[in-house]
């Protein structure tokens, strides 16, 4: 009798655990993210000062901006996704760059990851780009390295992207999303981390919330903007910044992420 009772009472607990695993899964499939962007201003500055050591105002300018301003600069954005649709955008769409240096651009980027489809509302200075194109084609080799995020388990990956941006990524299989901040894809979970050493810029969940289904009208791509693609807005803009310098090819760099 004792050994029926406890093969029932197993049974039971797990097929309460297996009920539990389900339903954490199904809420899993949906959400929303919330991610921090870092930018290193100290460091990006003094990248610059090292691009002009003769010229004084660089460091009068450094000085100046260490007096005024915190060593990072931070922007909140949400990632809403459902399945294989995700809609990343700043929680406060303010235009709030505060000089040429700290310019950071705040993209609204909508990814449906099932038909490597993508769509992005990018803002350089006065001019509002919509870019039409697939998604983003990254070579990642995942490693063994593994670290929490936002209260999920993660494992690294790292890859190159526009053929010299080191890209460091924590991605999580309890998400099945391969979704992830920006226009950052193509791992076989989401994407909660996101750190680009070189270019001393981060993104970082800081929250997941799971129990609420988005609605349609949360998960739609942007439509304000001169549509044009990917290739065709780099080319412009390069164009248009032959002559920025340093600091040009670092908001080139920033509005093509």
Request: glycine share 6%; net charge positive; charged share 20%.
């Amino acid at each position: 009798m004792k050994h029926i009772l406890k093969a029932l009472l197993f049974t039971i607990i797990t097929g309460i655990s297996l009920q539990t695993f389900a339903q954490h899964a199904m809420f899993l499939s949906h959400g929303k993210i919330v991610f921090e962007k870092k930018v290193n201003m100290y460091a990006l500055i003094q990248e610059e000062m090292k691009r002009y050591p003769d010229d004084p105002w660089m460091s009068q300018y450094y000085e100046a901006y260490k007096k005024t301003n915190p060593q990072f600069a931070t922007t909140d954005f949400n990632l809403v996704f459902d399945g294989q649709k995700t809609l990343f955008k700043a929680v406060d769409e303010t235009d709030n760059n505060h000089s040429f240096y700290s310019y950071s651009p705040k993209n609204i980027v909508y990814s449906d990851l099932a038909k490597q489809q993508a769509v992005s509302q990018k803002k350089v200075f006065e001019d509002l780009f919509l870019v039409k194109d697939s998604t983003r084609k990254i070579q990642w080799k995942i490693t063994d390295e593994t670290r929490e995020i936002a209260g999920f388990q993660c494992r690294r990956a790292n890859a190159l992207i526009m053929d010299s941006i080191y890209v460091v990524a924590f991605y999580t299989d309890q998400i099945p999303s391969s979704g992830g901040p920006e226009s950052f894809n193509g791992l076989p979970g989401m994407i909660l981390g996101v750190a680009l050493p070189y270019d001393h810029i981060t993104w970082f969940a800081t929250k997941v919330s799971t129990g609420t289904m988005a609605t349609d009208a949360e998960i739609v791509p942007p439509v304000k903007g001169k549509e044009t693609t990917k290739h065709a807005l780099y080319l412009k803009l390069k164009d248009a910044m032959k002559d920025w310098g340093g600091g040009g090819a670092s908001i080139l760099k920033n509005v093509m992420l």
